[in-house]
């Protein structure tokens, strides 16, 4: 493992607390990146704002660390204009699916070859603890002191409906799994979505008392199966891990190829 | 010759315009009265290999041109008021990460959804100050589809030269006006491309790190230098600071490396002022009846001048002050408020000689409504 070559120590230490998930996430990723031998050259990273979107500073390839909840406009951008780089766009549940879930549905039904890492720790973390759209009904939050009346969504039906082509869920007890899943991430060709659940001890885990990062994280391990494991006939609530979809669909940078040949003339 | 002239919209003038300037990235969303611009290029940027993007939302235009600009191209998005709104947020990013990029604002009324397919010029204090925080914008503007097409490729030269956003502010009445436009040859105008840095790979390379110049030569996403770009504060390495003195000398230099540069940022024209005992002073459509009654009257022997401004911001009060120095009547002909005339009157020094001249009804104001305005302003009666 030489994920140093992929840090910029000069600008560590992280911002993230003690106990945080998204470290674990970077570490997976960067894995997942060396083992597909990729250049640093070819790799932009986009993020948007949120403890999760400093992930970007943090790694040695081309970073754009952008606005709350754009990460995906601005990444479609660089992806259309120079279709050979690897986009990833590490988000956090609120900056990919609160003010930015307009952008996450339309990057999924475009279909632009981008990889989306959703990591969902149910929490507003950076400006301390605020009820997310992944919170749930009936958590705690510093902005639902009686409880959250709020409903979630399950991120992986929203990304196969928005037609994501390749659609995926982890956690980060599971880190090998992690580390399999973005790769295959990566190499596909089309719009992305891996759903991490990333443990935030700090404020989800402090105000609805889940515990430690290691009691939370023991927690994904037993509230969470395999997809398609029979567990979840006995036990609905279990939650399903995995890869969802996995299939091909005409990618939008080939596909405007396309439309330049027509444009000049030059296609049969 | 002939076969380069053109009848066309303004908006086509200035889609046109733009791949002149070497555009090759267009990223928009469908609104009135910006709208052909979006159509032109979705039929012409593909033709030259250029991409058109057409986003989910205002917003999502805004980011995506920024995000193609970092990776080299020249980059453009339309848009008229309620979208400008939209966009703002992303402008600031632009301003604070000095990317290069064009945004066009064909006015409309407003605020809100206002009176979309009628002329106003309600946005310029809004291209100044809309996105929040201290910085400095640059603000073009014209009156025909001649200079729409010329000040869009000196907005391209501009956005390079000063790594910043520079926002093109038509009007309704000149994007959807159809006039004559004179195709310029190859090479008549010059462009102004990116400036990259001559940093070899392997040597550190510093994104925010002026010349001595004050320039920033840029380095593209995918090429050898990898860099951080960030909307915070940030250091020559463009890595997130909050240091007193990096972010006193990054917000000295953003408003800096415009303010200090009025001059060669000033485009105008101007008509009859040498012994103009009236200026008027106007942009965008509105100049253009201003122009006609300033021509009509002194056909009856009244020293009338026009300034028309093409720069709106940085504001050219230098220009207006030296320019105004002996008018009696200084006569402000806009489709607002007033908002250039409250810059005028700070310019120059007799500020109550200053007089406000407008329409604010989504109709193009007249020769004869700014002739009704001369008669008051001099005490004739309406």
């Known amino acids: ?268 | 010759m002939s076969n380069n002239i053109k009848f066309l919209q303004g908006n086509e003038a200035c889609a046109e315009g733009a791949l002149y300037a070497g555009l090759d990235f267009f990223s928009g969303y469908p609104i009135t009265p910006s709208t052909e611009i979006a159509e032109h290029l979705s039929i012409n940027l593909p033709k030259v290999g250029g991409k058109y993007l057409q986003m989910e939302d205002e917003i999502g235009a805004m980011c995506a041109i920024i995000g193609a600009s970092l990776t080299g191209h020249k980059v453009m998005t339309a848009t008229s008021g309620p979208g400008f709104s939209l966009k703002q947020e992303a402008i600031g990013y632009a301003v604070m990460a000095e990317i290069p990029c064009v945004v066009v604002n064909v006015q409309r009324g407003g605020p809100s959804t206002g009176n979309p397919t009628h002329v106003s010029q309600g946005d310029v204090n809004q291209a100044r100050w809309g996105t929040h925080g201290d910085h400095s914008i640059i603000t073009l503007t014209a009156s025909n589809h001649q200079d729409v097409f010329a000040m869009t490729v000196e907005a391209f030269n501009l956005a390079e030269t000063y790594r910043t956003p520079v926002i093109l502010l038509f009007d309704e009445v000149v994007g959807h006006m159809r006039e004559k436009l004179v195709m310029p040859e190859q090479d008549e105008i010059p462009l102004v491309g990116r400036l990259r840095t001559d940093c070899k790979e392997g040597v550190d390379y510093h994104p925010y790190l002026p010349r001595e110049d004050g320039r920033l030569p840029m380095s593209d996403f995918g090429g050898s230098h990898r860099y951080n770009v960030t909307g915070l504060y940030h250091d020559m390495w463009g890595f997130p600071t909050d240091k007193p003195e990096a972010v006193r000398e990054l917000c000295r230099h953003l408003v800096d490396k415009i303010e200090n540069n009025v001059h060669s940022i000033t485009r105008f024209k101007e008509y009859y002022l040498d012994d103009a005992r009236t200026i008027f002073i106007s942009y965008g459509s509105a100049a253009r009846p201003t122009l006609h009654m300033v021509e009509s009257r002194r056909r009856r022997g009244e020293r009338l001048g026009l300034l028309e401004l093409q720069t709106l911001w940085p504001f050219p009060a230098g220009l207006i002050r030296e320019k105004c120095a002996d008018a009696r009547y200084i006569v402000v002909v806009e489709m607002n408020m007033g908002q250039i005339v409250r810059e005028v009157k700070m310019a120059v020094k007799s500020p109550e000689n200053v007089f406000l001249a407008n329409r604010i009804d989504g109709e193009l104001i007249t020769p004869v409504d700014i002739r009704k305005f001369l008669r008051i302003i001099q005490g004739k009666g309406a």
Not at chain 1, 111 to 129: E, F, L, P, S, V
Request: proline share 3%; with cysteine; net charge positive.
């Open chain 1, 1 to 268: 493992m030489e994920d140093k070559n992929y840090i910029r120590e000069r600008f560590f230490p992280h911002i993230w607390c003690p106990g945080c998930g998204h470290g674990i996430v970077l570490n997976n990723l960067l894995r997942a990146i060396e083992q597909l031998k990729l250049k640093k050259n070819e790799i932009v990273m986009t993020s948007g704002i949120g403890c999760s979107s400093r992930i970007s500073g943090y790694v040695d390839f081309h970073t754009l660390h952008t606005i709350h909840g754009r990460a995906l406009a601005f990444a479609t951008g660089v992806k259309l204009s120079r279709p050979e780089l690897k986009l990833i766009v590490p988000m956090g549940d609120g900056d990919a699916l609160a003010i930015g879930g307009n952008h996450f549905i339309h990057a999924a039904r475009r279909n632009i070859d981008i990889t989306a890492i959703i990591m969902n720790n149910r929490i507003y973390g950076m400006t301390g603890g605020q009820f997310s759209p992944l919170s749930g009904y009936g958590t705690r939050a510093t902005t639902a002191p009686y409880t959250n009346i709020d409903h979630d969504f399950d991120v992986v039906e929203l990304a196969k409906a928005a037609g994501a082509s390749f659609v995926a869920r982890t956690t980060t007890y599971h880190v090998k799994e992690m580390a399999d899943i973005l790769k295959q991430a990566i190499l596909h060709k089309g719009f992305s979505a891996v759903e991490v659940m990333s443990q935030c001890p700090t404020y989800f885990g402090r105000k609805n008392r889940l515990g430690d990062a290691v009691d939370m994280m023991e927690h994904y391990k037993n509230s969470t199966v395999r997809v398609g494991s029979k567990k979840i006939e006995k036990n609905p609530d279990l939650i399903e891990r995995g890869v969802f979809v996995e299939k091909e669909s005409p990618e939008y940078c080939s596909e405007y190829d396309k439309i330049i040949q027509k444009a000049m003339g030059t296609s049969a």
